[in-house]
């Protein structure tokens, strides 16, 4: 099956920017999405990228795609404690496929 | 806006019972999606529906089931339930085929998920 790769940890100032990067290997993936999910929490969807697109911006965040090297990252300006929680990259293949998540990056904001 | 409703939020059973977890997706949305997230780990795909038909199958269980309503609301049936089948449960939803954008990308909305604990 597909398989997607994310580092499990990072830690960031707050105020700072932080990166969080995901790479996968299914080379027919349509949409790529990013989840945060906070403690006991359910998945709330941040963002998604179109396959096709290299860069899509949304307020603090940006994702980056770079489809030749199967690269994703999810940029967060101006990072803030409220941000600390796992995010999830999640990789969706046919149209009405499932999704497969990477193992999550805990992202720790020190005030 | 109307989110992914899953009932019940918390749900303890006992070793070889059964239990059944409810989910009402987002208005207007036809797929629906099972997902079980383990302590610490990523959430794996167990089944879906796209119009009241199984649409794809995952690592479910044999002694689980699932089914779509005619309202699209959807059951997953967990019977013998073992100790490992403790797992945050989560339901999720889309629009099907026919009905994909750039614009809405597909996306997939997630409930808030159903704790189940095993005893």
């Known amino acids: 099956g597909e398989d997607v790769e994310q580092s499990l940890f990072l830690s960031v100032r707050e105020g700072d920017s932080s990166v969080i990067n995901c790479t996968y290997t299914?080379?027919?993936?349509?949409?790529l999405y990013w989840y945060k999910q906070e403690p006991g929490a359910g998945l709330q969807l941040l963002t998604y990228i179109f396959s096709n697109m290299d860069m899509k911006q949304d307020q603090r965040l940006t994702v980056l795609l770079n489809k030749k090297d199967k690269h994703l990252s999810l940029r967060i300006a101006d990072t803030q404690t409220g941000d600390s929680a796992i995010y999830f990259c999640a990789d969706r293949g046919s149209t009405l496929g499932r999704l497969y998540f990477g193992r999550g990056t805990q992202l720790t904001v020190w005030p | 806006a109307a989110g992914v409703i899953q009932s019940p939020r918390h749900l303890i059973k006992e070793k070889r019972e059964t239990a059944t977890l409810k989910c009402y997706p987002i208005?207007?949305?036809?797929?629906v999606y099972w997902y079980q997230q383990g302590p610490g780990q990523d959430p794996q795909f167990l089944i879906s529906?796209?119009?009241?038909?199984?649409?794809d199958k995952g690592s479910i269980p044999d002694r689980f089931s699932a089914q779509q309503f005619s309202d699209y609301h959807s059951e997953l049936n967990m019977s013998s339930l073992e100790l490992g089948d403790s797992a945050l449960y989560f339901c999720?939803?889309?629009?099907?085929?026919?009905?994909?954008?750039?614009?809405?990308?597909?996306?997939?909305?997630f409930g808030e998920g159903s704790w189940l604990t095993v005893v």
């Open positions: 208005p207007r949305h036809d797929t």
């Open positions: 299914d080379s027919s993936s349509t949409y």
């Open positions: 529906f796209y119009e009241k038909m199984q649409s």
């Open positions: 999720a939803s889309s629009l099907g085929l026919g009905r994909t954008s750039r614009r809405s990308g597909n996306t997939i909305y």
